[in-house]
């Protein structure tokens, strides 16, 4: 699992901060919760310079601990990025994991 950012909880919901890839450096991201438009429609739209480049989701993981499912998408990107916003030892923090290749 790879650190990918730390995020700041505001009394609105949103969250802020940055997120660094070797590729990818945004400094000024901004998480903002919104109403949702259907059943499978995002919690959150992410932000960065004014430009929309992901969506989010609240989720529950098995050990029954809240977080945010977050999918970043961008033209410069190979393909869309999935990461987990997840609150460890009090920070919430951006994590990413590379999937697990299938052995069928």
């Not at 903002?32 to 430009?51: L, M, N, Q, S």
């Amino acid at each position: 699992m790879a650190t990918l950012g730390t995020f700041t909880l505001h009394a609105d919901g949103s969250f802020t901060g940055s997120i660094r890839t070797l590729s990818l450096n945004v400094k000024s991201v901004t998480i903002r919760p919104v109403e949702k438009t259907g059943e499978r429609g995002p919690d959150y739209r992410v932000f960065a310079v004014g430009y929309e480049f992901g969506a989010g989701w609240k989720k529950t993981s098995k050990d029954e601990k809240e977080y945010v499912s977050l999918k970043f998408d961008d033209i410069g990107f190979a393909d869309a990025i999935n990461a987990a916003l997840v609150q460890i030892d009090g920070v919430h923090t951006l994590v990413w994991s590379r999937p697990q290749a299938r052995n069928d």
